[in-house]
Nanobody, 130 residues
């Protein structure tokens, strides 16, 4: 099992920055340390969209075109967290942000499909005011 707990959401003006953190724990993660961890987001009335991913064993990252150059993802085994740094935020970034993970021993980019993800956090709200 893997447990995910998000933190760091809030309100920010357009052009500002926020940093989200996803605390990763659980027996599966501790034993294998081979996870794909992604951030997804969902705005009211819209589908859940993939934002950005990192493979914890190789630190391979990938991101959606809409956030390239603005969002970065990082992982640290010391703190067992996966962080999302969001810069130059726009009103369209307003959404509930979810951390999600699945176990994977591969080496390529992680999947961007929600159905692949077995573990989900509860979400943290990000509101960007224009």
């Amino acid at each position: 099992q893997v447990q995910l707990v998000e933190s760091g959401g809030g309100w920010v003006q357009a052009g500002g920055s926020l940093r989200l953190s996803c605390a990763v724990s659980g027996a599966t993660y501790t034993k294998h340390r081979h996870l794909c961890v992604s951030w997804f987001r969902q705005a009211p009335g819209k589908e859940r969209d993939w934002v950005i991913s990192i493979r914890t064993a190789t630190l391979t990252t990938s991101s959606a075109d809409s956030v390239k150059g603005r969002f970065t993802i990082s992982s640290t085994s010391v703190k067992n967290t996966v962080d999302l740094q969001m810069n130059n935020l726009k009103s369209e970034d307003t959404a509930m942000y979810y951390c999600a993970a699945y176990t994977s021993s591969g080496v390529g980019a992680c999947s961007n499909g929600p159905v692949m993800y077995d573990y989900w956090g509860q979400g943290t709200q990000v509101t960007v005011s224009s």
